[in-house]
C-alpha cells in the first residue's frame, strides 16, 4: 500500500508561482510514474504532468507547457510541481497519483490508469 500527501497549495495572484510536494509512503516509489491531476469546481478531473520512474520522461496538458516543471526526488519518496506564471485558470484541487506498474515507461494522461491518490490539494489564483 503506498500513501501520497500532497502539500504546498494555496491562494496566489496572477503571475506568482508555487511549488506542489507529494510525499509518498513505501518502498516501492521510485519504480513508479507519477502524475499531478487537478479538478476544477464543476469539472472532470484532468492530467495535468507526469513523469516516469526515472525520471528521464516527462509529459504535459498543452495548458501548463512552459509553466509548469514536473521533478522527483527518488531517495526523498516525493515528486513536485513547480507552477510558474499561474493564470486564474489554474485554479483548482490538485491531486497526486502513482502508477503501481513497475517501471513502466509511458505516462498515462488517464485517472482510471493510476492505483494511488493524494488528497488533494487547494490552489487558488485570483486575477
Known amino acids: 500500500q503506498v500513501q501520497l500527501v500532497e502539500s504546498g497549495g494555496g491562494l496566489v495572484q496572477a503571475g506568482g508561482s508555487l511549488r506542489l510536494s507529494c510525499a509518498a509512503s513505501g518502498r516501492t516509489f521510485s ?3 507519477m ?7 464543476g469539472k472532470e478531473r484532468e492530467f495535468v504532468s507526469g513523469i516516469t520512474w526515472s525520471g528521464f520522461n516527462t509529459r504535459y496538458t498543452d495548458s501548463v507547457k512552459g509553466r ?6 527518488n531517495a526523498k519518496n ?3 510541481l513547480q507552477m510558474n506564471s499561474l493564470k486564474p485558470e489554474d485554479t483548482a484541487v490538485y491531486y497526486c497519483a502513482a502508477d503501481a506498474s513497475h517501471f513502466q515507461r509511458l505516462i498515462s494522461t488517464s485517472a482510471p490508469m493510476y492505483d494511488y491518490w493524494g488528497q488533494g490539494t487547494q490552489v487558488t489564483v485570483s486575477s
Open 31 to 33: 519504480s513508479y510514474a
Open 35 to 41: 502524475a499531478w491531476f487537478r479538478q476544477a469546481p
Open 68 to 73: 509548469f516543471t514536473i521533478s522527483r526526488d
Open 78 to 80: 516525493t515528486v513536485y
